[in-house]
């Protein structure tokens, strides 16, 4: 079993910036692609940012040149750096990651969700 654990959410003004964190523990022989998604209430869940085993990043347009993923391979720790956030950037953020267990069974596990507010 493996437990993803994310920090970092919080109300901040239009405009600030959030630093996510989500630290992946439990039996993990290797994490593969890892991602941010969001849901707002009343709305689909959908992807904010992906990044590969190998560091290569996608966005979509809504936060593009916005937001930020990166990964330390070594601590299984997936950030998403978070600017000039707009109101509509409020939701529940989860993280997501894909990985292979010590018997190299692989499976999708998801945070609990962090929820961040961008209001004045």
């Known amino acids: 079993q493996v437990q993803l654990v994310e920090s970092g959410g919080g109300l901040v003004q239009p405009g600030g910036s959030l630093r996510l964190s989500c630290a992946a523990s439990?039996?993990?022989?290797?994490?593969?692609?890892m991602g941010w998604y969001r849901q707002a209430p009343g709305k689909q869940r959908e992807l904010v940012a992906g990044?590969?085993?190998?560091?290569?990043?996608n966005y979509p347009d809504s936060v593009k040149g916005r937001f930020a993923i990166s990964r330390d391979n070594a601590k299984n720790t997936v950030y998403l750096q978070m600017n000039s956030l707009k109101p509509e950037d409020t939701a529940v953020y989860y993280c997501?990651?894909?990985?292979?267990?010590?018997?190299?069974?692989?499976?999708?596990?998801w945070g609990q969700g962090t929820q961040v507010t961008v209001s004045s």
């Open positions: 997501n990651a894909d990985v292979t267990h010590i018997s190299r069974y692989r499976t999708t596990y």
């Open positions: 990044i590969t085993s190998g560091s290569s990043t």
């Open positions: 439990g039996n993990i022989f290797s994490i593969n692609a």
